[in-house]
């Protein structure tokens, strides 16, 4: 009995229990259960709603539809933020459209969203539509935030690096501010935190190169720097300081810049080791060869009018052998081809025992030296220029202007500087019309290139005597490849005229010393203007050259200091150069000349 009562006072409890723990649960599921039904409610609603809506978009698509003032039209705010809204492009595809492409309607807004109703007219936008662009708007505010915190790290990299800089600078300026000769704490301690800070910076360039250390030392400078501007709180002495300091920087970076001009000037004309110890050995095997061996073939071709003759004034082998390899090798009939290389007495036999040992294929060469024309060139005269430059001077420079006397046989001859590089076929020039001029050149009177030369930047035009004959807004022209007339040159003695403007400079200052602005004397109202396609300037000295002009050109031309021969050239156009240089020659290997 006892057992009886005491199981079901248990059973009482345990329902007790149980009806007071299900009882809450059944009402919060009954309540869900109820919205739940009615959300569906409004969901099946809403299907309904939309499906009729897209019967009605069509139907009203099919027919042409008439403006009425009391339909709503359609929202077209995709994305507003503030006062500023995004300039949209909505997409609707046209059923009469027989490709089917969307037509983009640009829209764009200051304060308010306008559109074109004559173009869109009264149509309602579908809300898939709407929902639709507002999910690629969302997208697309995600990827510009996601930009934006990308990009933020890569601007402050170098934000503390900067910092550094900074406090050096106004540190030094600071120091600056003590007395002459004057070693208190403070002077000690801001030296002493200039120094730790220069050494835990070093050369870095970057935050995340910043050792711990380098933090360290920044706060030590930060707090010295502030103990700085309690003792000198004059703001305008700070301000002269910082000036006087500015100015010292720039008139050191003019100093540099002027002496690594004048150093670049100094590399341009000295000659490399490698090509003098090529001279060297050159010579020593032209002087082992026997009288008869030392003698170029097919002399009789030398005075033959009916061939294409070149000429080349140069001193150096190397250069000289890419100018005939370059020629040569573009040449359709190389057979036809005579090149006049003139050089000084001291490198004839290096030249001679250059092209002796490698021979121009089918074309032919003759090597003579300068000395051969001491009669023609008024070497005093030259003398009298003034030039730092010996090369503007030099008489194998102005040899270019006795051209009829060297080759009297000749009727047209193309000059070609040492610094040039054939790229295309010249055969061409033989066949220019040169319509009574005496001198065919590429003109460098186009402002905004780097070939742009004016009459009044190398001539004097403040002599009475060069405003009377010479006009200054006249075309200039270039040197390096050169058509010459040599008949027409006769005629009208040009070489006189160029002796008396040489004898006239030298008496008074009417141009600057080179061949260029006496030649503009010379030519005046005597040239031709060429193709520039012909010759194409400034590899030697911009770097900026366009490489369509390069590919384009029949000539390219290394003028200005940078020479490809020398270490300082543009390395991006030493390759036109390098691939006309016979790199596997032993001599050339044995002076250490490599690609």
Avoid at 132 to 151: M, P, T
Avoid at 499 to 522: C, F, N, Q, V
Wanted: hydrophobic residues 40%; charged residues 25%.
């Amino acid at each position: 009995m006892r057992f009886t009562r005491r199981f079901t006072r248990i059973f009482i409890i345990l329902c007790l229990i149980a009806v007071f723990v299900t009882t809450p649960i059944l009402l919060f599921s009954s309540h869900r259960l109820i919205h739940l039904g009615s959300d569906a409610s409004k969901e099946f609603v809403g299907d309904l709603s939309i499906l009729k809506h897209r019967i009605e978009v069509q139907a009203l698509n099919a027919v042409q539809q008439e403006e009425v003032e009391n339909l709503k039209e359609p929202i077209l705010d995709v994305y507003r933020d503030g006062n500023q809204i995004s300039a949209v492009s909505l997409y609707t595809i046209d059923k009469n459209d027989s490709l089917g492409q969307p037509k983009n309607i640009s829209l764009a807004g200051n304060n308010e969203t306008t559109h074109d109703t004559k173009k869109v007219g009264q149509q309602s936008l579908p809300e898939e539509t709407v929902g639709r662009r507002e999910k690629v708007s969302e997208k697309s505010r995600a990827k510009e935030v996601r930009q934006n915190v990308q990009s933020h790290p890569r601007r402050v990299l170098d934000e503390r690096v900067k910092e550094i800089k900074d406090q050096l600078i106004r540190a030094k300026a600071f120091l600056n501010f003590a007395p002459a000769g004057s070693n208190s704490n403070f002077v000690k301690e801001i030296k002493l935190r200039i120094k730790d800070l220069e050494r835990a910076a070093g050369e870095v360039s970057k935050d995340s190169d910043l050792s711990r250390r380098a933090i360290q030392k920044m706060k030590a400078m930060s707090a010295t720097l502030s103990k700085a501007s309690r003792l000198f709180p004059d703001c305008s002495a700070m301000v002269k300081k910082l000036r006087a300091m500015t100015y010292n920087a720039e008139e050191q970076l003019r100093t540099q810049k002027n002496q690594a001009s004048f150093l670049e000037n100094l590399a341009g004309r000295t000659t490399p080791k490698g090509l003098h110890c090529l001279s060297m050995r050159l010579t020593t095997e032209y002087f082992a060869l026997q009288t008869e061996e030392q003698k170029l073939p097919n002399q009789h071709k030398f005075q033959n009018p009916d061939l294409h003759h070149f000429a080349v004034f140069s001193d150096n082998v190397l250069a000289c052998s890419a100018v005939v390899n370059s020629t040569v090798s573009t040449a359709r009939a190389p057979e036809k081809i005579v090149f006049h290389v003139v050089t000084d007495s001291l490198n004839l036999p290096a030249m001679t025992m250059w092209f002796l040992s490698n021979p121009p294929g089918k074309a032919t060469i003759q090597i003579q030296s300068i000395d051969m024309f001491d009669w023609l060139l008024n070497k005093d005269t030259l003398q009298k220029q003034e030039s730092l430059d010996p090369r503007y001077t030099s008489p194998l420079n102005h040899l270019r202007f006795y051209l009829p006397e060297i080759f009297p046989s000749l009727n047209k001859i193309v000059l070609l500087d040492h610094d040039v590089v054939v790229k295309r076929d010249l055969s061409g020039l033989w066949h220019i019309n040169m319509n009574g001029k005496v001198n065919g050149a590429v003109e460098t009177c186009l402002e905004g290139e780097p070939s742009f030369r004016r009459m009044d930047m190398l001539i004097n035009f403040t002599d009475p005597m060069v405003a009377a004959k010479f006009d200054a807004k006249s075309c200039t022209w270039a040197f390096g490849m050169n058509l010459f007339d040599l008949q027409e040159w006769r005629k009208r003695n040009l070489t006189g005229l160029y002796h008396k403007y040489l004898e006239l400079g030298s008496d008074r200052p009417l141009m600057k010393a080179g061949t260029l602005p006496i030649g503009w004397m010379t030519f005046y109202k005597h040239t031709r203007a060429i193709d520039r396609r012909w010759h194409v300037l400034g590899l030697g000295y911009d770097s900026g050259v366009k490489l369509n002009e390069i590919e384009q050109a029949a000539v390219i031309h290394y003028d200005g200091v940078m020479k490809p021969w020398l270490e300082i050239g543009l390395q991006k156009f030493k390759p036109y150069w390098k691939k006309h240089v016979r790199y596997e020659h032993p001599f050339v290997q044995q002076c250490n000349i490599h690609d």
